[in-house]
């Protein structure tokens, strides 16, 4: 949806739209929350690989995190682009090679019993397939949109994009990806049913199972540890390394190059040579890994982390991308009132992972042992909420400032002087600074 028409106009980050279109105050705003976004990213892979480590390998926490932070930072230093885009095809294919050896063993262990005869009977455990229910069908949708939409948002998916060689590579890296995630869900899915099938009791790890100790997510570490031989855990660590580097030095880098050209370029330093664009990309790789790192040694949850960097992608940045992209009529003021909408909707929507209690209840709201749920799609409300309002937004202030209802110097944004984006110019230096920008990506040695 987005690859033709931002290659068209040449862009080289997903925070171009917004400074060609609102400028430079806008977006400095969305260059910081894609900032936070991609340092809740960075927090949330290092604690995943953190909890597998501390698990199967016995390494206190905070040691498995600095060390695969050093690795994922030292490697994206010296390599750049290149070492994102080679090490990530890789470390795919690890994933996939190591996580269908251990899948097997788990299955197969003495301890876990047939998942067909699992499927739907109650054995040990409730049927590992759930019990649909239809008053989950919205929770099911909202959850579906949710997945497929948030991950437009990211800077790290228009990297690539923006990146390719052409623009049908671009489309056919994304449809490519679109059919192998569902190959790379099978074996989650199969060791998920596994784990819910296994007599804990038998094991090393004991009663109660995992999931009612409160720790489902540390069911892969524990699985591997209790219900396979040695070496087959520490194939699975070494699955567990390669997806959490591959999205670390993604975000790394996708953190780095919003900071370089859409801050310090376009409002600190805009006549910065090359060079020192270079070091300043390894400066920012640096700080974020620190930074994301640090964050990570606050909590060894990552709700928060995924609350923060998801949702935020999903309920505010992408509405806001969709509208800069697709909508002539958008402009400054519906992106700052489209952000609040959105945010303090869904935060008065509330979320019990969170202990947020709704302040809104949707229809179908039900207290549920104390707690409040929400069955309606309250983050897909969010989300078309801030659409909603940065199109009416922009509507009325285009409108107040164009009649000359509000005088124009009270117009901060320039609304009378906007138009839609326009592409960078397709000769001469616009090229020039656009090659540039991508050399400082790849080069950064």
């Keep these: 949806m987005f690859v033709k028409p931002m290659r068209d106009r040449n862009y080289v980050t997903m925070l171009d739209p917004f400074h060609f279109k609102y400028g430079k105050v806008i977006t400095a705003g969305m260059s910081l929350i894609s900032l936070g976004i991609d340092l809740a990213w960075i927090a949330t892979t290092f604690v995943s690989l953190g909890g ?37 095809v890789i470390q795919l294919v690890l994933i996939l090679l190591g996580m269908s050896i251990c899948v097997p063993f788990v299955m197969v ?72 995630i569902l190959v790379f869900a099978i074996p989650p899915v199969l060791l998920g049913a596994a784990v819910a099938s296994a007599d804990w009791n038998q094991t090393t790890y004991g009663s109660p199972s995992p999931y009612e100790r409160g720790e489902s997510s540390l069911v892969l570490p524990i699985a591997l540890q209790h ?21 670390a030095d993604s975000a790394l880098l996708s953190a780095a190059s919003i900071f370089t050209s859409n801050i310090y370029k376009t409002i600190l330093r805009s006549q910065a040579s090359d060079r020192e664009s270079q070091w300043v990309v390894r400066v920012s790789v640096l700080v974020m890994g620190v930074a994301g790192t640090s964050l990570a040694m606050l909590n060894n949850s990552i709700i928060v982390f995924w609350f923060f960097g998801a949702e935020m992608a999903y309920i505010i940045f992408f509405p806001e991308l969709l509208c800069v992209v697709f909508f002539k009529i958008s402009n400054g003021y519906g992106a700052v009132m489209g952000l609040w909408v959105g945010l303090v909707l869904r935060l008065l929507s509330g979320d019990p992972t969170l202990g947020l209690e709704p302040v809104l209840h949707f229809p179908g709201c039900t207290l549920e042992d104390g707690v409040y749920v929400q069955y309606a799609p309250v983050k897909t409300i969010s989300m078309l909420s801030t659409i909603a309002a940065i199109l009416l937004f922009s509507y009325l202030a285009s409108v107040l400032f164009n009649k000359g209802v509000l005088p124009e110097k009270w117009d901060v944004f320039k609304v009378k002087a906007q138009h839609s984006p326009v592409p960078l110019s397709p000769v001469g230096g616009a090229i020039e600074e656009k090659e540039n920008e991508e050399l400082n990506m790849n080069n950064l040695e």
Excluded at 62 to 68: K, L, T, Y
Excluded at 227 to 236: A, D, E, N, R, W
Aim: with cysteine; proline share 4%; charged share 10%.
């Design 109 to 180: 262990s003495p301890h876990t019993l047939d998942i067909s005869q699992t499927l739907m009977n109650n054995t040990l455990n409730p049927p590992w397939i759930g019990q649909p229910e239809m008053k989950k069908i919205w929770i099911m949708i909202d959850d579906l949109l949710f997945l497929a939409l948030a991950g437009l948002a990211y800077q790290a998916f228009h990297q690539r994009t923006l990146s390719a060689s052409s623009t049908a590579s671009a489309k056919l890296t994304c449809f490519a990806a679109a059919f192998l």
């Design 52 to 88: 597998t480590m501390s698990v199967v390998l016995d390494l206190s926490f905070a040691v498995s995190i600095w060390i695969s932070a050093a690795v994922a930072v030292t490697y994206t230093l010296l390599g750049g682009l290149y070492s994102v885009a080679y090490t990530d």
């Design 227 to 247: 219900l396979t031989p040695t070496f087959v855990s520490i194939i699975g660590i070494g699955c567990v390394a390669a997806a959490v580097m591959s999205s």
